[in-house]
């Protein structure tokens, strides 16, 4: 079947929502999703779950498009020269991923400092990269490498610091059942490693509010 993007547009209230999809990927996910309704003992025609399978199949295809993203792209397209070389903070960014081993959601906040070297980069793309590597089937600690990664190999700067916070439904839905837990990952390059007064300045600013 020849590969063709879906554009579905839907005007609730006022609000225009655009959806993309590749054709072929949804029928096929879909065909294998009906299959697995039949196996968990359900009845995949019934009124419910006619469906279904095709719900699944465009939700699974959009929480995992970060593959089709390139994040380092995503920071050169506002890259800007600028005199300025102190802490840039950005925290509270939310992250929306999923566990690799059991395709269940894990979710929390990313907190992400850098120190410019000659160039900053606009604001809005550092949630913007995060959200390009957390919407691809991921572990956390990978996740926190990757973003520390991308912005220190496009931006080239003093330093890079990030910190992500998250509950796993994987621990929470199943296995251990620990509905409260946290798990909290670091990744530091450049001054935020060498420096200890500097990486102190950052968790105490991702943990202070402004009220």
Known sequence: MEKKDILKEESIDGYVKIDRYDESKIDA??????DILGQLGENPEREGLVKTPERVAKALQYL???????PDEILRSAMFEEDYSQMVVVKDIEVYSMCEHHMLPFFGKAH??????GHIVGL???PRVVDAF???????ERL???IRDCIQNTLSPMGVAVVIECKHLC????????????????AFTG?????????????????????
Do not use: C, W
Request: aromatic letters at 8%; a positive charge; glycine letters at 2%.
């Open 64 to 70: 995992t498009h970060g593959y089709d993203l390139k």
């Open 144 to 146: 926190t490498n990757e």
């Open 191 to 211: 001054t935020f490693l060498s420096n200890d007064k500097t990486r102190a300045e950052f968790l105490r600013l991702i943990t202070a509010s402004l009220d």
């Open 29 to 34: 996910v879909a065909a294998h999703y009906k």
């Open 171 to 186: 621990m929470a839905m199943r296995g251990v059942q620990k509905q409260n837990s946290v798990t909290t990952t670091s």
């Open 134 to 140: 957390a919407r691809r089937l991921q572990v956390q």
């Open 124 to 126: 809005s793309k550092i």
């Open 112 to 117: 992400i400092a850098y120190i410019p070297n």
